[in-house]
């Protein structure tokens, strides 16, 4: 085979280890979510080795999706790091033999301040599934490396539970794009959900119009206004809008009559506009269901204070 087809088979081998985790969901994955669902202090990742990078992960995931969490060595358990750890805390340690030593010898210190243990493992007679409060079975029947030595499907199962896990904590909680964007404010998600109106209107030198101006006049204004539109106002509140498209389409209708029109002629009277605090997806969904690419930015008196189009939306 060439390096593609190894590519192509090693996808199989995981995606099947993957599905194969279907059928071994049970009660046990039902309790495990509502142990960590009723946690009141923090849930604690831990393992070693490849199952502890695939734990600081998980950690990662949980934290980033509403369920406090952090990864923890074991190892450093043994050297202060047990003081993190308290009685309102769930343990989810992750192990594909169920015996790796280092994690044993932590277990009995979670038993004794009595930490509930979610155990995900490869093997549901280790002693790890043994001492856990609730034992995830992640087993597969073949690691993807060619030998059946590198840990890959075994971990890549570990993985998908964890997301599992995530994904059903966030249906419980009720988990909204608002509350992703919180904890993601730096993300590209995280900007579009959190950043308003205000934040990206055009304010300066906005083309702002009389409507009773002739349209010869107001293509310049438009013109220098290099948003593609002008804003009509009577005693500086918002009466009007019109577009590069509505001038075209006047010239085309009224040709030598053109210059005799006026704003109100052509203007649409009933514009789209938004607060200042409206958020940006709030305005994307705006544009898409009316079809426009400019939104204006008004008080509630209907004064005119910037103008957003779907450029900068495109954060």
Not at 151 to 161: H, K
Request: aromatic residues 6%; negative net charge; glycine residues 8%.
């Amino acid at each position: 085979m060439n390096s593609r087809e190894y590519a192509i088979q090693c996808f199989k081998d995981e995606a099947e280890a993957v599905l194969g985790l279907i059928p071994q969901l049970d009660e046990r994955f039902d309790k495990a979510v509502e142990l960590m669902y009723r946690c009141k202090g923090k849930i604690i990742v831990t393992g070693v080795g490849k199952s502890g990078h695939i734990g600081a992960k998980i950690a990662a995931t949980l934290s980033s999706t509403g369920t406090p969490s952090f990864f923890i060595n074991p190892l450093d358990v043994f050297h202060g790091d047990l003081g993190v750890m308290t009685s309102d805390d769930v343990v989810l340690a992750l192990s594909h033999s169920g015996q790796t030593d280092e994690l044993l010898r932590f277990i009995p210190m979670v038993l004794h301040m009595q930490i509930p243990i979610i155990g995900m493992t490869g093997n549901p007679q280790s002693l790890l599934a043994k001492y856990a409060t609730c034992h995830l079975n992640v087993s597969v029947e073949k690691e993807a490396c060619p030998m059946n030595l590198a840990p890959t499907s075994s971990t890549m199962a570990q993985l998908a539970m964890g997301d599992a896990l995530a994904i059903a904590l966030m249906e419980k909680r009720g988990f909204q794009p608002r509350d992703f964007a919180q904890f993601h404010p730096g993300g590209e998600l995280g900007k579009r959900l959190l950043t308003t109106a205000q934040d990206v209107m055009f304010r300066d030198d906005l083309p702002v119009l009389p409507p009773d101006m002739h349209l010869g006049e107001a293509i310049i204004l438009v013109s220098k206004g290099k948003l593609g539109l002008g804003v009509a106002e009577t005693d500086g509140k918002v009466v009007g809008l019109i577009t590069d498209g509505d001038i075209r389409r006047a010239m085309e209708k009224w040709q030598a009559e053109f210059f005799d029109r006026t704003v109100s002629d052509i203007m649409t009277r009933t514009p789209k506009t938004v607060r200042p605090d409206t958020k940006i997806t709030e305005i994307q969904r705006m544009m898409n269901k009316y079809k426009i690419h400019s939104v204006l930015v008004t008080d509630d008196a209907s004064h005119l204070l910037g103008v957003v189009d779907h450029y900068a939306c495109e954060i």
